[in-house]
C-alpha cells in the first residue's frame, strides 16, 4: 500500500498567493483528516471528512482556509489569501474508523514570505 | 478548554535504559489514546492505542492507562539511538467521534 500521499511536499509562496494542498488517502479509508503542526501550537486538526462528507471543521483558523473532498480518493486545502502566519507543515491522514487509528502522509512543508 | 499535556523534555536516557513517557488528559470520559513517534522532519507514526486501563505491551513499548488518574504513560525498555525522537500523545475526548487532539510532545534522546 502506496501510503497517505501528500503534493507537493514543499510551498514557498508569496503573502497573498492562494495555495492549494493535495491528499490521496489510503484505498478502503473513509475518513480523512487535515492538521497543521507548528512550533508553537503544536499538532492541531483543521476539519475532517467522513464519506467525503465534511464532519467538524471548527479548526479552520478563518475564511481564509477551505477544504473539499470532491471523492473518496482525493482532497484538497486552500489558503486564499495566504499570509505569513499560515507557515507551517500540513499534514493529511486517513483511517478506516477502526479504532480510530489514523495514518499521516509526509506532509507539506508550506512558507509564506 | 481540554487539554493535552506532556513534559516537553528533552528526556535523556542511556541506551539499554528504561525510557518513561507520561501524559495526562483533562476529560474523565475519553476512552481512547494513542502514542504517536515523530523524527524531527517526518510525519507522526502510530506507535501504541490503548483503550482500557491497565497495560498494553508490544515489543520494547508498554502503554499504560490509569482512568481514574487520567494519565497514560509510555514505557520503552532496552532504549536505542534509533527511539531518539518526539513522542506525541493523543486523546478523543468523549462524544468528539474521531478527533484527535495531540499533547505537544516530549523530545526523547537516548545517549550512547
Known amino acids: 500500500d502506496a501510503g497517505v500521499i501528500q503534493s507537493p511536499r514543499h510551498e514557498v509562496t508569496e503573502m497573498g498567493q492562494e495555495v492549494t494542498l493535495r491528499c490521496k488517502p489510503i484505498?478502503?479509508?473513509?475518513?480523512l483528516f487535515w492538521y497543521r503542526q507548528t512550533m508553537m501550537r503544536g499538532l492541531e486538526l483543521l476539519i475532517y471528512?467522513?464519506?467525503?462528507?465534511?464532519?467538524?471543521d471548527s479548526g479552520m483558523p478563518e475564511d481564509r482556509f477551505s477544504a473539499k473532498m470532491p471523492n473518496a480518493s482525493f482532497s484538497t486545502l486552500k489558503i486564499q489569501p495566504s499570509e505569513p502566519r499560515d507557515s507551517a507543515v500540513y499534514f493529511c491522514a486517513s483511517s478506516t474508523g477502526v479504532k480510530n487509528i489514523q495514518y499521516f502522509g509526509a506532509g507539506t512543508r508550506l512558507s509564506v514570505l | 478548554q481540554k487539554e493535552v499535556e506532556q513534559n516537553s523534555g528533552p528526556l535523556s536516557v542511556p541506551e539499554g535504559a528504561i525510557a518513561s513517557l507520561n501524559c495526562t488528559y483533562s476529560?474523565?470520559?475519553?476512552?481512547?489514546f494513542f502514542w504517536y513517534r515523530q523524527y524531527s522532519g517526518k510525519s507522526p507514526e502510530l506507535i501504541m492505542s490503548?483503550?482500557?486501563?491497565g497495560d498494553k505491551e508490544d515489543g520494547r513499548f508498554t502503554a499504560q492507562l490509569n482512568k481514574a488518574s487520567q494519565y497514560v504513560s509510555l514505557l520503552i525498555r532496552d532504549s536505542q539511538p534509533s527511539d531518539s525522537a518526539t513522542y506525541l500523545c493523543?486523546?478523543?475526548?468523549?462524544?468528539?467521534?474521531?478527533?484527535?487532539?495531540f499533547g505537544t510532545g516530549t523530545r526523547l534522546q537516548v545517549t550512547l
Open positions: 490503548i483503550y482500557s486501563n
Open positions: 471528512f467522513n464519506n467525503n462528507v465534511p464532519i467538524d
Open positions: 493523543a486523546v478523543i475526548w468523549s462524544g468528539t467521534a474521531s478527533k484527535l487532539t
Open positions: 476529560d474523565r470520559g475519553s476512552q481512547s
Open positions: 484505498s478502503g479509508h473513509n475518513s
